[in-house]
Each structure stands twice: as C-alpha cells, then as structure tokens.
C-alpha cells in the first residue's frame, strides 16, 4: 500500500483536533482512532463517558490484543481514496507497529500542553466524553500513559509544543507535514 501515514499523539485536549483540521485542509484523510471506541461503546449500549470509554478501551485491548484498535482502523485506512493519511489518537506502539505492518513508514507527531492548560481546554470544549473534575481528567490521564501514549509521544519524530496561540500550531504543522511530504517523495 503506497500511503503518506502519519500517527498523531496527544494527551486529551493536549490541540490534536488543530493538527487534524489542518491535515485535512491539505487534502489528508483522517482516522480517528478514539472514534472506534465510541462506535463500539454506542453499538453496546454504554453511555459515553470518560470512565465508560476508558473501560472499554481496556476491555477491547484486552480481548482483541494490545492493538486492537489499529487493527479495526487499518480497512478504513486502506479503503480511503487519499494518498495521504492521519492517524488521529495513536495511543501505543503495538499499534504503530501494527500500522507499520499494514503501510511501511509512519512519521509520528507528538503535540504536548500542560495538564491545567489542557484541563481548562477540556471543561471549555465539553464534550460528552470529557472529563468534568480534575479527578476524572486526572485519572483518564493515567489510563492513556498506562496503554503507552507517553511511549509514543517520546519515539515522536516531530514535536508540536500547544500552549497558546493557535496560529503557531497551525504554521508548526504546515511546516512538518511538508518536510514529511518531502521525506516520503525521496
């Protein structure tokens, strides 16, 4: 499969959702990773919440292997019309590798932002799975670095810091996505 993919990994509310809008404005097709989890969660009936999410995820780790969540992303990858792709919540490196086995090279992007500035991010957004208490935003965090997100975010060949402005995200990630393009042409 000749594809550009580029795995995308972030704590929650760390400004994933700003990479994603700008790949797709380069014409890249997204997956979402943490999508599945909640297509399975509504298909079981569970009320999407961070806790009920969380669970499931785990649950679905456990009975379909470390990267099952890769693995129920890669049809959808393959059947997608774009050359290049963002792998949008890339949690492990069981599922890079899984990644890797289905399309070769993936080039990873981390972005980072501080655990208050992404908890204000997060109580702002509210979204249905979103954390409410500092609490729950803090236990979710520690769910997503026990899976290996914190693994991936270091073996990150690119690194987007996301504190404040949000054009500097946006410029940040023209910049890598171009140098990536570039990389893949050789």
């Not at 050359?83 to 899984?98: A, Q």
């Not at 979204?127 to 935003?137: H, I």
């Not at 270091?154 to 990536?180: G, H, S």
Request: charged share 35%; glycine share 8%.
């Amino acid at each position: 499969m000749n594809k550009l993919v580029v795995g995308l990994a972030g704590m929650p509310g760390s400004g994933k959702s700003i990479v994603v809008s700008v790949a797709r404005e380069s014409g890249y097709g997204v997956i979402v990773m943490g999508k599945e989890v909640r297509e399975e969660a509504s298909k079981r009936g569970i009320e999407l919440t961070p806790e009920n999410l969380g669970r499931l995820m785990l649950v679905l780790r456990q009975d379909e292997g470390e990267a099952a969540i890769a693995k129920r992303c890669i049809p959808k990858a393959e059947n997608m019309r774009e050359k290049r792709l963002i792998l949008d919540g890339v949690r492990s490196l069981n599922e890079v590798d899984e990644f890797r086995k289905n399309f070769g090279k993936v080039t990873l992007i981390a972005i980072h932002a501080s655990p208050e500035t992404r908890f204000k991010r997060i109580h702002h957004r509210q979204r249905s799975d979103d954390s409410k208490t500092w609490k729950t935003f803090h236990e979710r965090d520690l769910r997503e670095l026990n899976v290996g997100l914190g693994s991936v975010m270091a073996m990150a060949e690119y690194i987007i810091m996301n504190e404040k402005q949000v054009d500097f995200v946006k410029r940040r990630t023209i910049k890598i996505l171009r140098r990536i393009e570039e990389r893949w042409m050789q």
